[in-house]
T-cell receptor, first 116, second 109 residues
């Protein structure tokens, strides 16, 4: 089992460029999440998905779009990157989110994005 | 929304010392997890502990849900314990976790 993987690991973008971050999990988890972590801060939820074909907004969704076309993949898109989106992006997945050990989240290694 | 606070924000220990990290939350939760983010940025699950006490080696955690706090104990600390410790809670009726700001732990040799 690879667990949760993220592609790419590092990326530098110029302001206005677009890119897509890919998250893949091989644990058959229903729930997937995208977080961002800024220096000295905790993680903030961008978007999440409770199953294939569904997405929902988290705490800081502006400037991002997501898609969950396949159960194992969750894509995060930046259509027009801004310096404020410089951050480390983490993907996570879990079986559920309704209470119980199956809610336990497993994290990918992160993607470090710099927007100049 | 639910608020999550962690204390202390920073902690410096000598190797071998014990420590207690605290997580307070402002409303009922049905899930609480502790994570360790190592100096390389990797996030590692430590405990799933919505209530009660659990132990795993030198680490243990206690959550008192009725009083809305959780404690993470680290005994006989090692330099490899360094990093940031986060608690994350799932609010009742919520579908996503809210993370605390973290406690940065530095264990000196």
């Amino acid at each position: 089992n690879a667990g949760v993987t993220q592609t790419p690991k590092f990326r530098v973008l110029k302001t206005g460029q677009s890119m897509t971050l890919l998250c893949a999990q091989d644990m058959n988890h229903e729930y997937m999440y995208w977080y961002r972590q800024d220096p000295g801060m905790g993680l903030r939820l961008i978007h999440y998905s409770v199953g294939e074909g569904t997405t929902a907004k988290g705490e800081v969704p502006d400037g991002y779009n997501v898609s969950r076309l396949k159960k194992q993949n969750f894509l995060l898109g930046l259509e027009s990157a801004a310096p404020s989106q410089t951050s480390v992006y983490f993907c996570a997945s879990s079986y559920s989110s309704r209470g119980g050990i199956r809610d336990q989240q497993y994290f990918g290694p992160g993607t470090r994005l710099t927007v100049t | 929304g639910i608020q999550v606070e962690q204390s202390p924000p920073d902690l410096i220990l000598q190797e071998g010392a014990n420590s207690t990290l605290r997580c307070n939350f402002s409303d009922s939760v049905n899930n609480l997890q502790w994570f360790h983010q190592n100096p390389w940025g990797q996030l590692i699950n430590l405990f799933y502990i919505p209530s009660g006490t659990k132990q795993n080696g030198r680490l243990s955690a206690t959550t008192v849900a009725t009083e809305r706090y959780s404690l993470l104990y680290i005994s006989s600390s090692q330099t490899t314990d360094s990093g940031v410790y986060f608690c994350a809670v799932l609010h009742n009726y919520g579908q996503n976790f809210v993370f605390g700001p973290g406690t940065r732990l530095s264990v000196l040799p």
